[in-house]
């Protein structure tokens, strides 16, 4: 007698409703349909379930617009970043500089002379732009750039080591976010690895001990992510080069990070500096391009002229070579270097990192003033301490100011979830029992956008959940 499907609407009727004639502006009639179609099916098995809930026309074409947005929006989109972790791995590390975001689109939407000499007419090496400022700004005498460092570090060490032993120490075996570590990265090249020293202590006798006809190449890691501290040795690069070409062996430096300007003065001492690494003497050296360099995502392989040439012989280097949108990026980030003063004002990564507290404090206070105008919501100015990189340089603190919210109607991770999902989305850190906004890796021109998602997560009712055809 009490059948709830009865009250169900019927797809004629639904598609009727002015709701959905009007989405017809936005979306096409089949889609619509479809959605429609969804939408019904999952309220019919809610109510075969024993769901109760509306079932009028109203609220029906309300889900059916809330999933035909939901869907409309790519799986990619932008997000404000307001964690103040710069090199957010899973926000896409670093930002490019404008320069850069601009030859990337033109390279993208266009022809290019990417292999092409248009002085001679003849064909060129896609490398030749990248080498030719890698050279300038290391020292280096010759360059090439792959897909990222861990395919930097297959290609070094196939060249130079396959088939044959490469020295590390125990304190460098770094495993590098989920899939790099060094010896499973050393078994994929064909190289053996020969570990030596301790975790805390290695020597430069522990070295040269374990070197034997089978040694191809000794190689520095560098420990990007963790720190070994106390009673704690490690051998110098220089002392490693003047031992390895003693004994006529390749030295390779995996810096990782790419930082080709002295960020010391900055408060970040720890992290290697390419130009030195090749001054060093190191026979390879390399980093990505998405770290401190703050350029597209790549690794970069400076060094020896004769190895580079066999790295790029190597019939893996196609699997690994850049497109011609990563290329045009990274030459135009490697330009902005020429001129370094200039090159920590353009290159977003280098910005971020080295802005004053003083200037966040003030960003921080002025947007503060506006949030405390939102109903529900309290907002509090407070110094903290960000991290470089989630998962590449989560050892390197820096002093910030966070703005700590929180609301009255939410709980914290209530709210942090409501930014995430809102328009546009908002990552923040939950901490100590609130939400904090880092103003570090908001853009100025951002804050507005950023204002009215706290206003919206705020204060919003929520869409329909779980939109059934996602
Ligand atoms: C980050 C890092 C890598 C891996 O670089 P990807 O570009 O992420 O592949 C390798 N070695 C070191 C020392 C690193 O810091």
Redesign the pocket.
Known sequence: MNNPFRHLPSMTKLLEAPGLVAARQRYSQSLITATARAVLAARRAQLAAGASGRLDVDSLVADIVACLDAQSQPALRPVINATGIVLH?NLG?SPLPEEAARAAYEAARGYLNLELDLASGQRSNRQDPIRTELRRLTGAESATAV???????VMALRAVAAGREVIVSRGQL?E??GS?R?PE?MATSGAILREVGTTNITRLSDYERAITPHTAALMR?????YRIRGYTRAVALEQLVELGHRHNLVVID????GQMIDLAPFGFPDEPLIPASVAAGADLV??????LLGGP???LIVGKAELIEKIEKDPLMRAFRLDKMTLAALEATLRLYRDPASALAAIPTLRMLTTPVVQLQARSEALAERLRAIPGLTVDVRDAVAYVGG???PDQAIATIVLAIGASRWSESTLATRLRTGNPAVMARIQEGQVWLDLRCVREEQEEELLAAVRQAVQEELHPANSPVR
């Open positions: 791995t590390r897909n990222n460092c861990a395919a930097a570090t770094v590098i976010g790099f060094i990265v890691v560098h420990a990007s992510n995996d810096a990782g990070s390399l980093f990505s391009g998405d770290k995502q790549c690794g998962g590449s340089l």
